[in-house]
């Protein structure tokens, strides 16, 4: 998308619906969206759509301030153009993006800055609705196409369409255009933000898996955003899955966390298990999954497959194996490859893994998920309340993420008070040791579930739209 660079008094004007001329010496050939760059920040603030170029004189010029919000009698130019701008939107946060040398008027903005621009005005209350094609420009789904060959021993070579292929195997690899590189740079500024943890804060949650606990990282804008665009991406790859259960169904994006795995951490290994979802009913659909935002793969182990052999929902859901069976499930698992800014998708009852593997860089990742179901119920009955007071949102096993581990408690009290350094004092509680031989020691720790920002009196975030809770919550599809 092109951008064009205005100073900040004729922006806010352009922004505030005051002005609908753009004045400048030339014609502009160019009609559709444009970004508008406020002069000398290299900032995205908003956008509008350029419908018409006219050539005036400086009589025409002078009888209509009104459009152009100038007192001048005269342009300044030997031939005034006006630039018309029709249905300008302010974003709710400027956004960078790279300024290449030169620029004076016009700029090219990459189209990873496009896509939260347009994703911000999607969910924007104050913007008004915005037609799905217009987010589709940038956050479209992508043709269903065949997928690479899996490492999986016995694959054959099979190229299947990404539902064809999680249909038959559990899990599928998604494309999309996400610039991963933009998307960890805002995740460290949300990060850096966080109203619960001090301006020194270095670590945000105590263990090695990394996903995040705190309200704040379910509803800061970055996370929001990246939501919307999933749905987009995600909902008509799945929408097919509808007709083949005898009746109508309700789709619903469920609320899940982001995770900053740091360097020098690994993910305590579990056994296999499935992330059953524990409030869903027998005939939900319940889909699992993640957006890779390192710039080199990660990676998911998994017996492909093993979401067609089990019924019922029991939440988090450890298998017992013997180890003669254990060995045989290492020999057949397939490590999926998700190459960067690729979204996996899979099956919530698909048997796999977590291994413990040591991070050389940090890890990043937005945690996704989906239930289609035959019940217009949401999965989280009270989700709208979660929403308006930006709380904790609980997992589709139905357990609250936590701050820290119960053995943290058990064992590692003194590791657990340093953590609590790093978080604000209105998020700590008083726990008083209740066996052993430090029976009645007292301890001030981070809440293991916290609260919302609300019940923390914290600034919250921009509310939630209609339009935006519309994606968290049942719809016919």
Same mark, same amino acid.
Not at 45 to 56: T, Y
Not at 430 to 452: A, L, Q
């Given at each position: ?172 690899? &998604? ?78 994006? &469920? ?223």
């Amino acid at each position: 998308m092109k951008g064009i660079i205005i100073k900040k008094t004729p922006l806010d004007l352009i922004l505030g619906g005051n002005k609908t001329w753009e004045i400048r010496g030339s014609p502009a050939t160019h009609r559709g969206f444009v970004g508008l760059v406020e002069s000398g920040r290299q900032k995205v603030v908003g956008f509008a759509k350029l419908v018409d170029c006219i050539k005036l004189d400086n009589e025409v010029f002078a009888s209509h301030s009104d459009r152009h919000g100038s007192p001048a009698l005269h342009s300044g130019y030997k031939t005034p153009y006006a630039w018309v701008l029709e249905s300008p939107v302010r974003l709710q946060r400027a956004l960078p993006y790279q300024h290449k040398q030169g620029c004076v008027i016009w700029v090219n903005i990459d189209d990873s800055v496009v896509a939260y621009a347009m994703l911000q005005a999607y969910v924007d209350s104050k913007a008004g609705p915005r037609p799905p094609e217009e987010v589709a420009v940038v956050a479209r789904a992508p043709e269903p196409r065949p997928l690479p060959p899996q490492p999986r021993p016995g694959n054959g070579g099979d190229h299947l369409t990404v539902l064809e292929h999680l249909e038959k195997h559990g899990y599928a690899v &998604v494309p999309t255009d996400l610039d991963v590189a933009q998307a960890r740079a805002y995740f460290d500024a949300e990060i850096a933000n966080f109203p619960e943890f001090n301006a020194d804060a270095s670590k945000y949650v105590l263990g090695g898996f990394g996903a995040l606990g705190n309200p704040a990282s379910f509803h800061n804008p970055t996370v929001r955003l990246l939501r919307v665009w999933a749905h987009a991406i995600i909902r008509p790859l799945l929408a097919p899955l509808a007709g083949t259960r005898g009746g109508p169904m309700y789709f619903e994006q &469920v609320v899940d966390r982001m995770m900053v795995r740091q360097k020098g951490e690994s993910a305590s290994a579990e056994a296999w298990h499935r992330d059953e979802a524990k409030l869903a009913g027998a005939d939900d659909l319940v889909f699992g999954g993640w957006w890779n935002l390192d710039s080199t793969a990660q990676y998911f182990s998994c017996i492909a497959g093993s979401h067609k052999v089990v019924s019922g929902n029991k939440g988090f859901a450890t298998v017992k194996l013997s180890a003669e069976l254990k060995a045989q499930m290492r020999r057949d698992r397939t490590k999926v490859e998700i190459p960067p800014g690729h979204i996996l998708v899979f099956y919530e009852k698909i048997l796999h893994e977590i291994e413990a593997t040591k991070r050389r860089t940090d890890m990043y990742r937005q945690f996704l998920g989906w239930r289609m179901s035959p019940t217009g119920e949401p999965l989280v009955a009270n989700l709208r309340e979660l929403l308006a007071t930006q709380a904790v949102v609980p997992l589709k096993s139905g357990q609250m993420p936590p701050m820290y581990a119960k053995l943290h408690w058990t064992n590692h009290r003194d590791l657990l008070e340093r953590f609590s350094a790093n978080v604000r004092p209105e998020c700590k509680t008083v726990r008083t040791v209740g066996s052993g031989v430090c029976k009645g020691e007292r301890r001030c720790v981070v809440d293991m579930v916290m609260g919302s920002l609300e019940s923390y009196q914290f600034r919250k975030y921009e509310a939630y739209s209609e339009r935006e809770i519309a994606l968290l919550l049942p719809d016919v599809i």
